[in-house]
T-cell receptor
Framework: SAVISQKPSRDICQRGTSLTIQCQVDSQVTMMFWYRQQPGQSLTLIAT?????????ESGFVIDKFPISRPNLTFSTLTVSNMSPEDSSIYLCSVSQDTEAFFGQGTRLTVV | EDKVVQSPLSLVVHEGDTVTLNCSYE??????LLWYKQEKKAPTFLFML????IEKKSGRLSSILDKKELFSILNITATQTGDSAVYLCAVDLKGTYKYIFGTGTRLKVLA
């Protein structure tokens, strides 16, 4: 099973600023996934991050708002840009191994 | 559009009760169905189901899949306060590595 270290675990940010979330995996994985979980909601896939190519964004999510980096097979970052209170959510990174999804510890973001 | 629907949305029971959580799905290219328990932030894996009619069991938890009727149930017997959590159902799509998550069932077990 994959072990994913995600940080920060939580942050409180001012509107208009940006926050970068990092995920480090203990093994090489082809794809990493970024999810958002708004209060009381389920997980929604933001994008799929592939090493060596641009991330693939789901409907409703754009690169300008959620730029993603994937410099190697064990690491990825998600930036939440120009934040507003509506961006207050839990953000989770995930990888897939043997059809099972593993998750980082999550980042609880509050925008004030 | 692929979708996963869970019911009930929330449930309050007393310790010792048995609960059944439901997950139905309408997806193209089904590969497997997974159940997760989410207590604080990160979901933790419970079961993966790929074949109909085969019950997976772990302690007081069990789950089964019906691929004909497109649903799964998660049973928890003799519930404890530590079972209080959101239970998420997700469907893994063949060929995409994507998971479609349901809305979750929020379970609260009272002492």
């Amino acid at each position: 099973s994959a072990v994913i270290s995600q940080k920060p675990s939580r942050d409180i940010c001012q509107r208009g600023t940006s926050l970068t979330i990092q995920c480090q995996v203990d093994s090489q994985v082809t794809m990493m996934f970024w999810y958002r979980q708004q209060p009381g909601q389920s997980l929604t896939l933001i994008a799929t991050a592939n090493q060596g190519s641009e991330a693939t964004y789901e409907s409703g999510f754009v690169i300008d708002k959620f730029p993603i980096s994937r410099p190697n097979l064990t690491f990825s970052t998600l930036t939440v840009s120009n934040m507003s209170p509506e961006d207050s959510s839990i953000y989770l990174c995930s990888v897939s191994q043997d059809t099972e999804a593993f998750f980082g510890q999550g980042t609880r973001l509050t925008v004030v | 559009e692929d979708k996963v629907v869970q019911s009930p949305l929330s449930l309050v029971v007393h310790e010792g009760d048995t609960v059944t959580l439901n997950c139905s799905y309408e997806v193209t290219n089904f590969r497997s169905l997974l159940w997760y328990k989410q207590e604080k932030k990160a979901p933790t894996f419970l079961f993966m189901l790929t074949s109909s009619g085969i019950e997976k069991k772990s302690g007081r938890l069990s789950s089964i899949l019906d691929k004909k009727e497109l649903f799964s149930i998660l049973n928890i017997t003799a519930t404890q306060t530590g079972d209080s959590a959101v239970y998420l159902c997700a469907v893994d799509l063949k060929g995409t590595y994507k998971y479609i998550f349901g809305t979750g069932t929020r379970l609260k077990v009272l002492a």
